[in-house]
T-cell receptor, first 113, second 116 residues
Framework: QQQVKQSPQSLIVQKGGISIINCAYE??????FPWYQQFPGKGPALLIA?????SEKKEGRFTISFNKSAKQFSLHIMDSQPGDSATYFC????????????FGGGTRLMVKP | EAGVVQSPRYKIIEKKQPVAFWCNPI?????LYWYLQNLGQGPELLIR????????DSQLPKDRFSAERLKGVDSTLKIQPAELGDSAVYLC??????????????FGPGTRLLVL
């Protein structure tokens, strides 16, 4: 059962543009929603995370928008840069399940100079 | 501060051979995770340790996979015998429980396994 669905699978954006990646989840018990960034040959690294009691969180050029009723959340990368080219994974976890992360399928982002 | 260390980084073996992966978590992190990442997919949890105790191994294929975390620090994941379908990246991650949930998991670079 795929509990976290991510789209699109790949995304090409021009430098300076906005990159938007969407995720939907099924389990309403999830209480933590992080986004991870992964470069080739590296492990995933936490980028930004949100809890369901807020609708938006911004850190620099990265913003998470969270819609609890729709069970959806998205990552917005403003002023996208070539250095942002990587694979992005949304994930979800719940505290009473040991905080184990359930990952989406990933989005390969390419930012063209 | 050193991150999560994994070795080897790459491993090529023939099917039916055994293989082992090693992980050294961030110092002081009590929780250790092993994930499997197939090409083009997100990581999937195999096993989670709290100190030396495996508290969730429901996704670990126990007929051929085994893991241990002696003394609650380093961990080893073993496959015996390996099958072609085991070709993937094996990621280790660690975190420090805060009791509030949502603790950041820090990932190592992974071991890329190719089974021929």
């Amino acid at each position: 059962q795929q509990q976290v669905k991510q789209s699109p699978q790949s995304l090409i954006v021009q430098k300076g543009g906005i990159s938007i990646i969407n995720c939907a989840y099924e389990n309403t018990a999830f209480d933590y929603f992080p986004w991870y960034q992964q470069f080739p040959g590296k492990g995933p690294a936490l980028l930004i995370a949100i809890r369901p009691d807020v609708s938006e969180k911004k850190e620099g050029r990265f913003t998470i928008s969270f819609n609890k009723s729709a069970k959806q959340f998205s990552l917005h990368i403003m002023d996208s840069q070539p250095g942002d080219s990587a694979t992005y994974f949304c994930a979800a976890s719940r505290r009473n399940a040991g905080n184990m992360l359930t990952f989406g399928g990933g989005t390969r982002l390419m930012v063209k100079p | 501060e050193a991150g999560v260390v994994q070795s080897p980084r790459y491993k090529i073996i023939e099917k039916k051979q055994p293989v082992a992966f090693w992980c050294n978590p961030i110092s002081g992190h009590n929780t250790l995770y092993w994930y499997l990442q197939n090409l083009g997919q997100g990581p999937e949890l195999l096993i989670r340790y709290e100190n030396e105790e495996a508290v969730d191994d429901s996704q670990l294929p126990k007929d051929r996979f085994s893991a241990e975390r002696l003394k609650g620090v380093d961990s080893t994941l073993k496959i015996q015998p390996a099958e072609l379908g085991d070709s993937a990246v094996y990621l280790c991650a660690s975190s420090q429980p805060t009791g509030q949930g949502g603790e950041t998991q820090y990932f190592g670079p992974g071991t890329r396994l190719l089974v021929l």
